[in-house]
């Protein structure tokens, strides 16, 4: 399988980090778009980079930071002297690969200019419309809100993220691979195009002919709703979030070479599909729990079909 292909080439330049790999992968042939949360020096960069260039596909960074403007995102009409007249530098959100770096470092209007652009593909400079590449897919790294000079995200920006996915320390034996890597030299370090744009066309059309049973489409439905009654919850998840687990469990389910959704492809993708869509009551809060917690006892409580 060609996705067998790209995570190797990736773990080429990459020690560990397989769920981060698979969560992007699964956003790219789900047209969705992903939020990776951890502490800097982690891989997240250079995972996203890798894959860019296994893929050959375009990729772009911004490095969001307080002083940031929408138009260096989206673009902006420039006003040629020479020419005395106006034209369109798009900005950087025009490519396949966006890496939206420490996404929470900016204040929340220039969060909100990417709000467009992941919604509807397309983005608004002056009056007039642009569509974006296909594919498309935001991946933006945040630090921990605990850190200084970090602002929260927008809930409704937060909601156009299909998967939230936390990145942890490696294990001792992977950071001794990664001094071992680093002592040959990072720049060394060489991977193949496995991969295109066509490739991945084609694999979102097998996606979409996935079958999936009626009755795990009311097991999504199911713990969705549950998010939205349970008391250590204030807002429970939107209806999006339904539509991004029904759609990331196809996803799971191809990569693991299936041609059908088992319940277990919707358990292992159901807390990076809904963490970032719940809001913890104040009492909850209070208490120290965490969202994981939360979407944990509601998993273990509803009936597997």
Not at 201 to 221: D, F, N, T, V
Request: aromatic share 6%; charged share 30%; with cysteine.
């Amino acid at each position: 399988m060609i996705f067998d292909d790209i995570k190797r080439e990736i773990s080429k330049v990459i020690v560990g980090q397989e769920e981060m790999i698979e969560a992007i992968l699964i956003a790219m042939l789900s047209e969705g778009h992903i939020l990776l949360e951890g502490l800097p020096g982690l891989a997240k960069t250079m995972s996203i980079k890798t894959l860019s260039r296994v893929l050959g596909l375009d990729f772009k960074r911004v490095q969001f930071t307080p002083d940031l403007l929408p138009s260096d995102i989206i673009g902006a009409m420039i006003y040629d002297m020479r020419k005395g007249e106006f034209y369109v530098k798009k900005g950087p959100v025009f490519t396949n690969l966006l890496l939206a770096d420490e996404i929470n470092r900016a204040p929340s209007k220039v969060q909100s200019a990417l709000l467009e652009a992941m919604g509807e593909r397309q983005v608004t400079i002056d009056k007039d419309s642009y569509k974006l590449s296909s594919p498309f897919v935001v991946m933006a790294t945040q630090n921990p809100i605990e850190q200084e000079g970090t602002y929260n995200l927008p809930e409704a920006q937060l909601d156009r993220f299909m998967m939230k996915v936390f990145i942890d320390y490696p294990s001792l034996d992977e950071e001794l691979e990664v001094l071992n890597r680093a002592e040959r030299g990072f720049e060394k370090l060489s991977v193949s195009k496995v991969a295109n744009r066509e490739d991945i066309e084609r694999a979102k059309k097998e996606i979409e002919g996935i079958y999936i049973e009626e009755a795990l489409k009311r097991y999504i439905l199911n713990i969705v709703f549950a998010t939205r009654e349970h008391k250590d919850l204030m807002y429970g998840s939107s209806p999006r979030g339904s539509i991004d687990l029904l759609k990331a469990s196809k996803a799971k389910a191809y990569l693991k070479g299936k041609d059908f959704v088992s319940p277990k492809d919707i358990l292992e993708i159901a807390k990076p599909v809904l963490r970032h869509r719940v809001i913890l009551s104040y009492e909850a809060r209070a208490k120290g729990v965490c969202a994981d917690e939360v979407l944990d006892k509601i998993l273990e409580s509803l009936p597997i079909p």
